[in-house]
């Protein structure tokens, strides 16, 4: 019923634990078709790993992606894999709990229910621990101060995403929709939130089905920062939020590209008179979840120059 794809690189650290906590799923010899795994040519035992799990499971398909490295190219390979009805992602360091996939297929098949012939996805909450599985947060969307319903606009999604491929499991009309992500898109899951919520239906299962890892090597992480935080690395973090900030924007410009449809403002900010992009900002067109974001945010729509969205 479910082809889950797992992408891989120099994970040796976490990728043993992670796999077998999915292994360990309510119903794993049921509910999984296919458990493929995709490396982006790691240089550690990664590799090594995988294929001495392969070896007492069947399910356990594994590759190597033959496209240029990068985590967009990787699960975009992976994706292309697969052959089941659904499909869900899988991060290197995580642990699932034992009913994530149970809970998760049961809230997909109810949404189905309504009308099997759009896209359909469901994402959970996330349990954040550190790298010892010690709890840091029993909610990533209260640690985070998101909106549960932020999801639900989509001009507010474009800004800002709100679910990790991991902890998603959709239909395949998604791929159809989706494929292949687009090397501009911001991260993989981003862009097939995006699309999903534009032709078809998303929901939140609205309680933590995973230990979310969050280590030195996280590709993204929980960006969760006080106002101290910011303050101490004032140089570094306005550097991020810029650059994510101008590739968020590009990926907007990319969805329309793609789909013929208008994200509002949004794409077009940063070609914008900084008075018109305050504005927005005024009156909410653009945003941010909490009043530091809003703050930061105010400074960069006032000091970012006119032009195109590039650096």
Request: aromatic letters at 12%.
């Amino acid at each position: 019923m479910i082809d889950i794809v797992l992408a891989t690189h120099n994970g040796e650290k976490f990728v043993y634990e992670q796999i077998r906590s999915i292994q360990k799923s309510t119903d794993y010899d049921t509910l999984i078709d296919r458990f493929i795994i995709v490396d982006d040519h790691s240089k550690d035992m990664t590799l090594q790993i995988v294929s001495n799990l392969q070896m007492n499971d069947k399910k356990i398909e594994v590759y190597t992606n033959p496209n240029l490295p990068g985590v967009i190219s990787n699960f975009n390979y992976g994706l292309s894999l697969t052959t089941a009805n659904y499909i869900s992602l899988s991060d290197q360091d995580d642990i699932w709990f034992p009913e994530k996939l149970a809970i998760s297929i049961t809230q997909l098949l109810e949404l189905e229910a309504r009308d099997q012939s759009f896209p359909a996805l469901v994402f959970c909450d996330k349990q954040v621990v550190d790298e010892k599985l010690n709890v840091i947060h029993k909610s990533e969307f209260d640690l985070t101060n998101m909106p549960k319903n932020w999801y639900l606009d989509i001009n507010l999604l474009a800004q800002q995403n709100v679910a990790s491929g991991c902890s998603m499991l959709f239909n395949r009309l998604v791929l159809d929709y989706a494929l292949p992500i687009p090397n501009n898109a911001f991260v993989h899951d981003w862009w097939l939130m995006l699309v999903t919520q534009q032709y078809g239906i998303v929901k939140l299962i609205d309680e933590p089905l995973m230990q979310y890892r969050q280590h030195e090597n996280n590709c993204i992480g929980v960006n969760q920062r006080t106002f101290f935080d910011f303050i101490f690395k004032v140089k570094s973090n306005y550097r991020l939020f810029s650059k994510n900030f101008v590739a968020s924007v590009e990926q907007a410009q990319e969805f329309e590209k793609r789909t013929g449809i208008s994200l509002g403002a949004f794409p077009r900010i940063l070609s914008l008179k900084k008075t018109q992009r305050v504005q927005l900002l005024l009156t909410k067109e653009v945003s941010r979840r909490t009043f530091l974001r809003k703050l930061v945010f105010l400074y960069f729509l006032l000091d970012y120059p006119v032009g195109r969205a590039k650096e």
